[in-house]
């Protein structure tokens, strides 16, 4: 008969070969820059936080830049709970990391914790997903004037889908758009989803004409046959997608790129800081970036340190006009 | 069309019968329901551990380990459900409700058997369907909207009757009410405010469900077995549970096999709503076995009836094929497991969608022909490892009971990684065990709450959509029918005992 006891220690072995299985196929590599990160991660396995984390973490492994990296998945408070951990740990976090993207603005705006990017030390930003503007492949619009200009006929006709909460990032990006065109963003009939699949599928079914959503979430149909990309908030035609037009040459001075970055406990050392920057920089020439970023359909942009934060600070000034504007600060 | 279907459909089934293949499957199956056995642990936990070992593997390779895990972690997970009253996730809740009683009464190795059967069945037929109608309900499923959803969660909380127990419906409705309550807690989808979150940040995610159901039924189980010790039979005894157990006896096959054609139907086809899934899969076709059951089966509803510890295994995991359906056409992952396997096959260079069925028929078949290699082989490989798994209930209650207390906590805090939601578990056992006491039904507050927030947020995207009117519940044809299936359901037991008055007087004159 097997006992409890030898299942718990059959089970506790088990792990133990699952891990050294894993462990192993991370073999440390010779002559590494880094000796050693560890991935804070806010959010929970899957998403795209954790994408980002694990498929950087991977390729510094792999090409061998980092000696040893390490993940911990800590979600709630919309992230604010990391951003805790990180701030009030700050002395044995030396190693850490932690990775996170716009939200992390628009939520210290809404008060929704009460930390900013300043209570940390930008390291540097690694990626960017453009907002796009996506229709069904049987759409009548083809460009976001002719969007603009039912939506100032009746505001109700054009309803815009999303992925995000209301305030949230595909809110705002379409109201910056419709402001950018003359509109009023108030007017704007915004339908919330709880995932951007969700949204795709609302769109699909004919719930909302237009969805606003990341580039990188929309190509996958788009490719397909299935929906059209109206347009991106790039600031130039994307490499990948040269028949794509941006929102700025259809005539609304719109960019909004999606970063997402990483970020260091506060007063992480200069030394830290440039020895990370230095090899997230050396990152993006190694083919197993190239790999893991063509497979996600991740664009490039790295930006470090002091330009990080002149970045930052300009969404911040952005995003919050137009939050102000919708009346969600005051 | 029709020929291409069929060379693809043998080319992926060439590409996925190999040695290598088998191999892998096995792996997959046995880590997954090993993981999926441990409390808290589910088949979105079990798919994304094991996704890192397959970047090396060939594609279909490690999509056939995948599916091994996936389907090894559900059937884990209607284990832990049937053994412990421990649903490890919210498609094995309703497995629960006659798995227990059924193992209480010392039939383990029976009720295990019969959920791999039926597990087996519903993946079977979901497949066999899915064959045939995959791009046809593809194109049906991307017409459901928001108003759509509204009115099928609204069907979907009408299985709540069956879950009334004893006591009565008054209770199971209060209970509802509890839980669809409990579903409003955190940042409100439709305008980002935070609601009932007292201002604390733990809260603003809202309740995990793993949570609250380890709390209601697995942690509330294991003291009420210490609260009622001479009620309930001590651990059975181990030579008790043996092979023979696990024979179902052809009259129970009879029985069952109706329920299985049912169920998987409906599993199936709920599964293929992207906005639904394998939970509601189980729920719907747990309350439609016990609306169709004759009257002396439906009072064993609950208490260990076959039928219904069939229905939500058949729907479950019918709805877990189906989930397939949207996610490898149209690339929207319905379940947070389809949006974990969108993510292996994207980065396997595979691109669901449309075109996949038509330009790529080999990859499209590869990927369904793995998923059934894992349906079959877990069935080959649990069924003898049934008696074994069934003697965790030999073991004695004063080692068996703080190993689920400790497994629970566990489990939830690897999810989150959040002491708090311990906190809040043990405050959420301590109330439910005073519930329990009363004899309340829990299924009914853990529907309420999965239905709630689905619910919520789908009526009021209808709304803003039409205009804050609702006049989309009786002017938009497929919502009217929804809602006509829903009348009816809730009215079906009037109506039948109606029609047997009528019949009886009939017979009289």
Same mark, same amino acid.
Request: no cysteine; charged share 15%.
């Given at each position: 008969?097997?006992?409890?006891?030898? @299942?718990?220690?059959? /089970?506790?072995?088990?792990?133990? #070969?699952?891990?050294?299985?894993?462990? #192993?196929?991370?073999?440390?590599?010779?002559? #590494?820059?880094?000796?050693?990160?560890?991935?804070?991660?806010?959010?929970?396995?899957? /998403?795209?936080?954790? /994408? @980002?984390?694990?498929?950087?973490?991977? #390729?510094?492994?792999?090409?061998?830049?980092?000696?040893?990296?390490?993940?911990?998945?800590?979600?709630?408070?919309?992230? /604010?709970?990391?951003?805790?951990?990180?701030?009030?740990?700050?002395?044995r976090q030396k190693n850490t990391v932690m990775v996170n993207s716009t939200p992390i603005v628009i939520r210290s705006l809404t008060k929704v914790f009460p930390q900013s990017f300043r209570d940390l030390t930008p390291v540097a930003a690694v990626i960017a997903d453009y907002a796009a503007f996506v229709v069904p492949d049987d759409s009548k619009y083809t460009s976001w004037d002719q969007v603009m200009a039912d939506f100032k006929k009746d505001p109700n006709s054009v309803k815009i889908g999303g992925g995000s909460v209301r305030g949230g990032m595909d809110h705002l990006v379409p109201a910056m758009a419709i402001k950018a065109g003359g509109g009023d963003p108030l007017d704007l009939r915004y339908i919330a989803y709880d995932a951007g699949g969700k949204a795709m599928a609302g769109l699909l079914s004919g719930d909302t004409q237009v969805l606003a959503t990341g580039y990188g979430e929309a190509i996958g149909l788009a490719k397909q046959g299935e929906v059209r990309i109206l347009a991106v908030t790039s600031e130039d035609r994307l490499a990948s997608a040269p028949k794509t037009q941006t929102l700025k040459e259809q005539g609304f001075d719109v960019v909004f790129a999606n970063w997402r970055g990483f970020f260091g406990p506060p007063k992480l050392s200069e030394a830290r800081q440039a020895e990370l920057q230095s090899v997230l920089e050396k990152m993006y020439k190694t083919s197993e970036w190239e790999d893991i970023r063509t497979k996600r359909g991740w664009q490039n942009l790295y930006k470090p340190g002091k330009e990080f934060v002149s970045f930052l600070e300009d969404q911040e000034l952005k995003i919050g006009g137009i939050m102000r504007e919708l009346g969600f600060i005051k | 069309m029709f020929e291409t279907m069929m060379s693809g459909m043998w080319t992926g089934m060439t590409a996925t019968f190999i040695p290598i293949n088998i191999m892998m499957v096995l792996f997959g199956c046995f880590m997954g329901s090993f993981i999926g056995m441990m409390p808290g642990l589910g088949p979105i936990t079990a798919v994304a551990l094991m996704i890192p070992i397959t970047y090396g593997l060939d594609p279909t390779t490690g999509m056939v380990l995948l599916s091994g895990v996936y389907y090894g972690a559900i059937f884990g997970g209607s284990t832990s459900s049937i053994l412990i009253n421990e649903p490890g996730e919210a498609a094995t809740v309703a497995t629960a409700i006659d798995g227990y009683p059924l193992a209480r009464q010392g039939k383990p190795g029976k009720a295990l058997a019969i959920a791999a059967y039926s597990s087996f069945s519903g993946g079977t037929i979901a497949v066999i369907i899915m064959m045939f109608f995959a791009p046809l309900l593809a194109s049906i499923s991307k017409g459901f909207q928001s108003v759509d959803y509204f009115a099928l969660m609204i069907l979907g909380l009408t299985a709540v009757s069956a879950f009334a127990g004893k006591g009565g419906f008054a209770k199971a409705m209060l209970m509802t009410i509890l839980g669809l309550m409990l579903s409003t807690v955190g940042t409100d989808q439709t305008s980002g405010t935070q609601r009932y979150t007292f201002g604390s940040l733990e809260l603003l995610d809202g309740i995990e469900f793993l949570m609250l159901a380890m709390a209601t039924f697995a942690l509330t189980e294991a003291l009420l077995l210490v609260l009622r010790r001479d009620e309930c039979s001590d651990s059975l005894n181990p030579k008790s549970i043996g092979f023979k157990d696990l024979k179902v006896t052809k009259k129970e096959f009879k029985l069952i096999a109706p329920t299985i054609a049912r169920s998987s139907i409906l599993g199936f086809l709920v599964g293929v709503l992207p906005g639904a899934g394998a939970t509601l899969g189980s729920f719907m076709s747990y309350g439609m076995e016990r609306n169709l059951a004759p009257k002396e089966e439906q009072e064993k509803f609950g208490k260990g009836s076959l039928r219904g510890l069939s229905a939500p295994e058949t729907g479950n995991n019918a709805a877990s094929t189906g989930s397939f359906v949207p996610l490898l056409t149209l690339g929207i992952p319905g379940s947070g497991t389809t949006a974990v396997m969108l993510g292996a096959l994207v980065a396997y260079g595979i691109e669901p969608g449309p075109r996949?069925?038509?330009?790529?028929?080999?990859?499209?078949?590869?990927?369904?022909?793995?998923?059934?290699?894992?349906?079959?082989?877990?069935?080959?490989?649990?069924?003898?490892?049934?008696?074994?798994?069934a003697r965790l209930l030999a073991i004695p209650r004063v080692i068996m009971i703080p190993c689920i207390l400790f497994f629970s906590l566990m489990g939830v805090y690897l999810i989150t990684f959040n002491s708090f939601d311990i906190q809040m578990m043990v405050i959420f056992c301590v109330v439910a065990l005073f519930l329990r006491l009363m004899n309340m039904p829990m299924a009914p507050l853990l529907l309420g709450f999965i239905l709630g927030g689905l619910m919520e947020d789908n009526l009021r995207r209808g709304l803003s959509i039409y205009d804050n009117s609702i006049s989309f519940m009786w002017e938009r044809p497929l919502t009217l029918g929804i809602n006509i299936v829903t009348l009816i359901v809730l009215f079906f037991p009037l109506i039948r005992s109606t029609l047997g008055g009528l019949k009886s007087r009939v017979m009289a004159s």
């Open positions: 008969m097997k006992s409890l006891g030898k @299942t718990i220690k059959l /089970g506790f072995f088990a792990i133990l #070969a699952g891990v050294a299985f894993i462990a #192993a196929s991370f073999q440390p590599a010779q002559a #590494a820059d880094v000796d050693e990160i560890h991935f804070l991660i806010p959010g929970g396995a899957g /998403g795209g936080w954790d /994408g @980002t984390a694990r498929g950087v973490g991977k #390729a510094l492994l792999d090409s061998g830049l980092v000696k040893k990296v390490s993940f911990e998945n800590m979600s709630g408070g919309g992230g /604010g709970k990391a951003i805790n951990h990180i701030i009030s740990t700050a002395h | 996949l069925f038509v330009d790529r028929p080999e990859v499209f078949w590869g990927v369904i022909m793995s998923m059934y290699l894992g349906n079959v082989f877990l069935l080959v490989l649990n069924l003898p490892l049934i008696p074994y798994f």
